[in-house]
């Protein structure tokens, strides 16, 4: 049998050249069985992998636990084993799988992060209004708290997904999924404005179909926006909180706080399961139990 970290490395090139796996994907792939490898080395067992079964498997999990890590990463390390693992039973290197008995670990959630509605203000009127990125910049975050739209989704927009008449955006989501998205009256103004004002003064050495577009008149990266946010956080004092899925969760926490259904919320945000859109009542939750705690007499 060849040696274990050649045929993790075969793994690595399968799931690039067959899987079509992106580089970065792969090196997080081979990061997390690095871990492995360096722990069947350093507890005895060898690079024999005859000799691991599911009792070495937990002791490599507990391994983890102890090193501190979150339930999320260990849960991630663990994806990593067993997909190396089905790929050995299908290369016909192994004959038997016992990653399959790999349990994961608890999975806490965490409560998303929102910002208060005074620190939202803060940050829709932090773009200078009389420069043309400055508009640009006002409609992508008034977009970006009125809907709730992932960045990915605000970037992707193309100048035929909007409808200002109807105050509705056309966006795509993941799994190339299409959602139709109303806006309000704030959203609106703000991207007249720029539409009329500030795109053809960005875009007049360059055409393109994207509504967001870059100084250049191309279209907006995600590197570009999260410099853009992180300026404006900067600026208002929000820097150390502020990253681009922030506007996404403080639209969810507004609107369920405002009363609106969790079904609605959950179409709106275009989540495939309502489990997804359930973390948000947490938050809601935390808050009423504060208030529990200051008012109730035995609180």
């Not at 991630?76 to 349990?103: G, H, M």
């Not at 009256?185 to 360059?206: C, F, G, I, M, V």
Request: charged content about 30%.
């Amino acid at each position: 049998m060849d040696s274990l970290v050649e045929v993790v490395n075969r793994f690595i090139d399968y799931l690039v050249s067959v899987r079509g796996y992106s580089e970065n994907t792969a090196k997080a792939y081979r990061v997390d069985l690095n871990k492995f490898v360096k722990f069947l080395k350093s507890s005895g067992i060898g690079l024999d992998l005859s000799k691991v079964d599911i009792k070495v498997l937990d002791r490599f999990v507990e391994h983890l636990k102890k090193q501190g890590l979150k339930s999320n990463t260990v849960s991630r390390i663990i994806s990593a084993v067993r997909s190396f693992y089905r790929y050995l039973v299908t290369q016909k290197i192994i004959d038997r799988n016992p990653a399959e008995l790999l349990d994961y670990p608890e999975k806490i959630e965490r409560v998303p992060d929102a910002l208060s509605y005074e620190e939202v203000d803060k940050l829709l009127n932090a773009p200078d209004i009389s420069t043309p990125k400055g508009m640009r910049d006002k409609a992508m975050l008034e977009l970006l708290y009125a809907t709730g739209m992932r960045v990915s989704e605000l970037l992707g927009l193309k100048l035929g997904d909007l409808d200002l008449d109807e105050r509705i955006v056309r966006c795509q989501g993941k799994g190339a999924k299409e959602r139709l998205v109303p806006f309000g009256n704030h959203a609106a103004k703000a991207l007249e404005d720029y539409l009329r004002k500030a795109r053809p003064a960005l875009t007049s050495k360059r055409r393109t179909s994207y509504l967001f577009v870059n100084a250049k008149g191309g279209k907006l990266s995600r590197t570009g926006f999260w410099k853009i946010l992180k300026d404006y956080g900067e600026k208002i004092g929000l820097g150390y909180r502020l990253h681009p899925h922030l506007l996404r969760h403080t639209f969810a926490t507004h609107m369920l706080a405002g009363g609106c259904d969790i079904m609605v919320i959950k179409e709106l945000l275009g989540h495939a399961s309502i489990s997804t859109t359930e973390v948000y009542t947490r938050r809601d939750l935390e808050g009423l139990k504060k208030v529990l705690a200051e008012c109730h007499p035995r609180g």
